[in-house]
């Protein structure tokens, strides 16, 4: 059978989080919390005679976005006005861009299975998001919170080729917009949304096969089944000799099929005209450069430079760059301890501390250990004051009662025995309470040692000094060795 | 002493700073007026006499502390009675655009114009009748009736603006305000014999404006005369931050003492004199701009060669606008709503049954001319003819201070007169609508009459900000004329 190659670009649609909306003072607010239409004024709500006035922090955010994807920014850019008929719309038409858009041409690298590679952005550009619709039995009801907040829209060129790469996409463009603090980017909230562009061509053909649309993505799984399934589809057809139709596809959660789009809804003449109450936006171009240089360090920048100054190992840069907030909290630890070394700072989080919160199934930012409670733990650890084992147990204790590591160690008595009278005394009793074992020992069986070892840790419940305990075993060993007489 | 209501509007100001009157007295002198005249002008489609007496009331506190001499910068609007058309929003106050579809609608917020009147101390008396959606040129596009002319109840006032036009008129209000988007202040005030001012399109908020053609929309002021409109205007011009395509910057200073001429550069376009124009309308105008030569301006043949042009291209571009604008109107949020089978249903049935034809007809010639395949041979050439008529202006304004012209090539038409020809309504406008594509202030003002005694109007047109030099014209020719203060004997 015939190979068949998927072609895939993404369309994405983030909510800027803004305080205020796009083109009115309303607050931007969390809609899945808030009560409905508490968010509203005459403006977002599309009473008769009101006029959009442009969000100036929202302008900001969208530039800070497409430097990040290394656009080129237009100087000019317009906004016009799409229409169609649709109750989470309040106008009748969706004010946004299309001829000459915010900004164009970027791209971002993503990478795959170790594999770099980067995908080109075709355009960015700023509109308005619509109400929220709750469809009932026998009525829908409309919430116009939402209805007005700043949305932006990132066109990716056909640059994918797998879902491996679509997923890669996805998240890297959710680390970007989290990075550049512009939006929460959350998926289930529909903070942001997805739509994929597909078609499927014989393996090495050069010319592109007919596309469908699936819209309304809502989460990473649904986008990556959904496609998943368009590619067979489309493949099959071709493969039975049938064409592919040019559509716009939805993606049905429960029976896991693309279905099309009713007519009315696909066969949309969007009519779209420069907008006459908003002057083309012209932006300064010194503007622009101010935002270039407060631009915040991404993540596979941050990566680099964790691994090449910090020293620190690729998987655990990985892990403490996947998300800002851990990223943030690690350097917010390294720079609350300048004298611990990064690296254990970087294994404490990326190890132990994210295991806890995978566990709890909670964000880091919800963690009851500040910076100064964890640098404090690892400041013990490296003063040898406590045992990296104890030190696991410490935490799991900060972690569920957010007390602090001295506290802890006091109140469990965990703190590292360094007094050799202490840890001989032990010894002592180990020695005469095995014979036997001390016996083979000295008739050379080695390994006896570190079961001794073990024995004598375990009478002091892990506390005692490693290195320390090592050489007091082996000098009263040593010590008997001689008393025995001659075999 | 003269009646209330027949006062100036200077003159009611001055009687109110003496105490020989409170803006109570005048404010139920005006309603009286409504009661006695209204039944049969049919100027108003709401009168809020209890907002009105509310306004009054405060004006009188107002001018109670000038007298004590707790407040000296009084405006001239304090205590005044004044109309405003319905197609602006007043908070809590019935708007509906002369529509069934906005029928029981009253705005969350007042418009930015009316807002700066009432803050000043105008008294707002009602909103006043208007072709639906302030499309068409003689108020009998309204769902709710057709307004009168005062000076021939058997015509039309104009339009759209006819109800504001005519309730000046007809003395029921000092002034009112108007929208123009395609002559809709200055023709009804030709037909009404008052003095009407199109701004620069920016220089009044349209914030409240309820939107026909955005890029052409202006909010205007009918009075008797223009220093009456200069009290109004002053009052709103001036930079909006709710409305982005305000002007930003001081408002050029409306000097009205002056009433010598010398030196203005009068341009009189040879394409505005045509054929089909009214002999008496031409004639009337011609003498007009003696009177102007004679004040000292210098008169000089000028050409608009796109002139002709302006008709099809407002006929492009305004529909194409207002099919966007209008597509709120769905009964989803607000108005009335005729419920369907299903959402689409809904939506046709709402829409179907509560717009009027004209309103369809419009909104089916721009969603045509903004459709995909047609927009390039519609919208987007009528843009890049209006570039080429704002040009014609540009070239124009190089040359001459202010352009004159008639405002109509006729006076007031019978009611029913054009009902089964739209053309010929839209023809009604021919000498307005270049003003508005080019958004140049225009001012229309009484200069004589025709043989059934109807009024005459000429129009003069500035460049784009040019509003101080419409009104000093003006003001100048009002002092040397007595046309604007002829009545309709009502």
């Known amino acids: 059978m015939t190979e068949f190659e998927p072609i895939i670009g993404l369309e994405v649609h983030a909510e800027l989080q803004t305080r205020s909306k796009m083109f009115c003072g309303c607050a931007v607010v969390d809609s899945v919390s808030a009560t409905a239409n508490t968010r509203v004024c005459e403006i977002c709500t599309g009473m008769p005679g009101t006029l959009p006035v442009i969000n100036r922090r929202a302008v900001e955010f969208a530039i800070r976005v497409a430097l990040a994807l290394h656009c080129e920014i237009a100087e000019t850019s317009i906004f016009a006005r799409k229409n169609y008929f649709y109750p989470d719309l309040p106008k009748g038409f969706q004010i946004s861009q299309y001829e000459l858009p915010l900004a164009v041409n970027g791209w971002m690298m993503i990478t795959t299975n170790g594999e770099e590679k980067r995908i080109a952005i075709r355009r960015v550009h700023l509109e308005e998001d619509t109400g929220k619709l709750t469809h009932r039995q026998t009525n829908s009801l409309i919430d116009y919170n939402r209805s007005g907040v700043p949305l932006l829209e990132i066109v990716s060129e056909p640059d994918l080729r797998s879902i491996d790469e679509v997923r890669a996409y996805a998240i890297a463009l959710r680390s970007l917009l989290r990075f550049l603090e512009v939006s929460s980017a959350d998926m289930e909230k529909g903070v942001i949304r997805f739509e994929a562009n597909i078609s499927v061509r014989p393996q090495g053909a050069e010319i592109l096969g007919t596309r469908t649309e699936i819209k309304n993505l809502n989460s990473l799984r649904a986008m990556a089944q959904a496609i998943s399934y368009e590619i067979d589809r489309q493949s099959r057809l071709l493969a039975n000799g049938q064409e592919v139709r040019q559509e716009t596809l939805g993606w049905d959660e429960g029976l896991k099929v693309t279905v099309p789009q009713r007519g009315k809804e696909e066969a949309h003449d969007y009519r779209y005209f420069p907008e006459p109450d908003l002057p083309p936006l012209h932006l300064e171009r010194s503007w622009i450069e101010e935002i270039r240089a407060k631009l915040p360090e991404l993540a596979r920048a941050k990566r680099q430079r964790y691994v090449d100054e910090l020293k620190l190992n690729p998987y655990t840069a990985d892990v403490l760059t996947n998300e800002k907030d851990i990223a943030d909290y690690f350097e917010a630890t390294v720079a609350a301890a300048p004298d611990l070394p990064a690296q254990q700072i970087g294994h404490w989080i990326g190890g132990p501390l994210f295991s806890l919160l995978n566990d709890a199934g909670i964000k880091i930012r919800e963690t009851l250990i500040s910076v100064e409670q964890l640098s404090e733990l690892i400041g013990l650890v490296e003063l040898g004051k406590i045992s990296n084992s104890s030190a696991k147990a410490v935490l799991t204790e900060m972690f569920a009662s957010g007390a602090g590591a001295s506290q802890i160690i006091e109140a469990q008595g965990l703190e590292i025995l360094a007094d050799s009278a202490i840890i001989d005394g032990h010894i002592e009793k180990v020695l005469v309470e095995f014979p036997d074992q001390v016996q083979q020992y000295l008739l050379g069986k080695e390994p006896i040692f570190e079961w001794l070892f073990g024995q004598v840790m375990r009478a002091t419940s892990g506390r005692s000094d490693p290195q320390r305990l090592r050489q007091a075993l082996a000098r009263q060993l040593r010590a008997l060795d001689k008393r025995q007489p001659p075999a | ?490």
Request: glycine share 10%; aromatic share 8%.
């Open chain 2, 1 to 490: 002493m003269t009646a209330l209501i027949d006062l100036s509007l200077h003159e009611a100001a001055q009687a109110l700073r003496a105490g020989e009157t409170s803006a109570r007295e005048l404010t139920l002198a005006c309603i009286a007026r409504m009661e006695e005249v209204d039944g049969h002008v049919h100027a108003f489609l709401a009168q809020t006499p209890d907002l009105a007496l509310e306004h009054a009331d405060r004006a009188d506190k107002m001018l109670a502390e000038a007298r004590k001499g707790e407040n000296e910068s009084l405006s001239n609007l304090v205590g005044i009675p004044v109309a405003i058309k319905d197609v602006l929003t007043i908070r809590g106050v019935p708007t509906t655009c002369g529509s069934k579809i906005l029928e029981g609608y009253r705005p969350p917020y007042t418009a930015t114009s009316v807002q700066r009147l009432i803050d000043s101390g105008a008294v707002i008396l009602g909103k006043t009748n208007t072709d639906e959606f302030a499309m068409g040129s003689s108020t009998e596009n309204s769902a709710y009736g057709v307004t009168h002319n005062p000076w021939d109840l058997a015509r039309v006032p104009g339009g759209s603006s006819g109800g504001s036009a005519a309730a000046v008129a007809a003395r029921m209000c000092f002034a009112a305000l108007g929208t123009d988007t395609g002559g809709s202040v200055r023709q009804p005030a030709a037909f009404c014999g008052i003095t009407g001012l199109k701004p620069s399109y920016g220089r009044v908020s349209r914030y409240g404006l309820i939107a026909y053609g955005s890029s052409l929309d202006t909010v205007g002021i009918h009075a008797h005369s223009a220093a009456e409109m200069a009290v109004l205007y002053t009052t709103m011009a001036g930079h909006d931050e709710l409305d982005s395509t305000s002007m930003p910057g001081a408002v050029e200073e409306i000097q009205l003492q002056d009433g010598d001429l010398r030196g203005i550069r009068v341009g009189v376009p040879k394409e505005y004199f045509i054929d089909g124009i009214q002999p008496a309308v031409e004639a009337a105008v011609r003498e007009a701009l003696n009177v102007l030569g004679d004040l000292g301006c210098e008169l000089q043949e000028i050409s608009l060669p796109h002139t002709n042009l302006a008709l099809p291209v407002y006929y492009i571009i305004a529909p194409a606008e207002a099919s966007a604008n209008l597509a709120r109107y769905d009964g989803i949020r607000f108005g009335p709503r005729k419920n369907g089978d299903d959402l689409w249903d809904t939506y046709l049935k709402t829409r179907g049954e509560l717009f009027g034809p004209e309103v369809k007809r419009r909104i089916m010639l721009g969603t045509y001319a903004l459709s995909s395949g047609y927009y390039d041979a519609y919208y987007a050439q009528a843009q890049k003819v209006r570039t080429l008529i704002k040009q014609d202006f540009e070239r124009a304004f190089e040359r001459v201070d202010l352009i004159a012209s008639p405002v109509t090539p006729t006076t007031a038409f019978p009611i029913g007169a054009h009902e089964d020809d739209p053309l010929a309504m839209y023809l009604e406008d021919v000498f307005t609508l270049p003003a508005n594509l080019a958004g140049v202030p225009g001012l229309a003002f009484p200069v004589g009459f025709d043989d059934s005694g109807l009024p005459i109007g000429m129009q003069i047109t500035g460049p784009h900000l040019g509003e101080a030099i419409l009104f000093r014209v003006t003001h100048a020719y009002q002092k040397a004329t007595d046309w604007h203060n002829k009545e309709a004997l009502l």
